[in-house]
């Protein structure tokens, strides 16, 4: 099998359905593609990511077929999936969705019709077969048909399978997202962990799928136990390593520490933002009033659990 390393421009959508053979893409996903997708090969045996399609399209290839962890938003399915057909001469026939953003998703149509395996939290699922009102965002996302929902889903802890190589996939339950799951792979010594790991940005609690920040934590000291120091993190906005995991860590557990006192005191939403919880972190993540904002909402209803996940705790 050949990997090239090198930077796809504008995949030629007009080929796209011819590549696609039976699984052609609808029209309506035709109609918008980022500027260039990076294809980055990460080992010599298969494994490659492609960025700049929504979240990170993570791909192994080889003797038992393609899969992708993750398969990016709608507005670049395309492209993802005649890069990956490019560089790898297969369609994937397993997928995988660490949470049911839309910047994960975005293959399940195409990928479910050609008769995928879509690896997926029952949760995850469940928020695809239902209407979802995303308060933050002041969003309402439809469900998915019938044929893009995931058909392999999970409840509890981990299950492991085979598929060049050892991947086991487990629960992060409700950090992100209700429905978070991780990915590692244990003999590439890498870790897809979607949006439960955050690079360049303050994370999110997507309250309106059940995330909240004292799941966050839990999860992030789940992820933790799985990596060395040389373990490479794949998240749906970047590469990271365990020392950003455990800075990660660092700066939830000082918001839930400043979190619970400012609950426990009555205080406001608009008091908790003045009051500028995260004047230490601000220079190395950036803006942090999303971050904030849905760390309060999701809060709310945990409000008797979140002194139990504070720096002091
Ligand atoms: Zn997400």
Redesign the pocket.
Known sequence: MTFTSRRFLNTSLAAAPLLLGSAALPSRLLAATPASLDWQLLDRDGLALIEGAG?SVLVLAGPDGVALIDGGSVDSVGSVLATVEQQTGKLPSLLFNS?C?R??IGCNAVLGAAGATIIAHENTRLWLTTEILSKWEQQVYPPLPASALPNKTFYYDSETIDFNGTLTYGYLPQA??DGDIYVHLPERNMLFV??VVSVGRYP?C?FSTNGWIGGMINSLNQLLALCDDNTRVIA?SGIADKAHVQKQLELCSAVADKLGTALYQGSSLPEFLASKPTADFDTAWGNADLFLRTAWEGTLPHVTEIRRFGRRA
């Open positions: 979240g949470h953003h910047d994960q992100h997202t979607g949006d999110l997507d749906s």
